[in-house]
């Protein structure tokens, strides 16, 4: 996967996330919609064909996207660890 910055500014952020999928997305935009400071986040899929989506966040008062964004995929990487070794044990 490989991200290009689309447009940043104090309180928003638009990335494209090359290689990605619909799924990546929804889990994304899922977390980042957790977050309270959070006032939007969606992702598109310009083109079916091409799998490059672009996620866009705004955030509210002073809180910065990148840290929202930061912070929900580690969210998304201790989930993803906590079902491994769940996994491995039932397995």
Known sequence: MK???LKKSANELKIEIQGS???FCN???KKLLEDETVD???YDVPHPL???PII???MKGDAKPEDAL???VAKIRKAN???GKELENVL
């Open 40 to 42: 939007f986040a969606g």
């Open 3 to 5: 991200v290009k910055i």
């Open 27 to 29: 889990l994304i935009q």
């Open 81 to 83: 660890e906590a079902f």
């Open 56 to 58: 866009y966040l705004r």
């Open 70 to 72: 930061v912070a929900a």
């Open 50 to 52: 091409a799998s490059s």
């Open 21 to 23: 999928s619909h799924g």
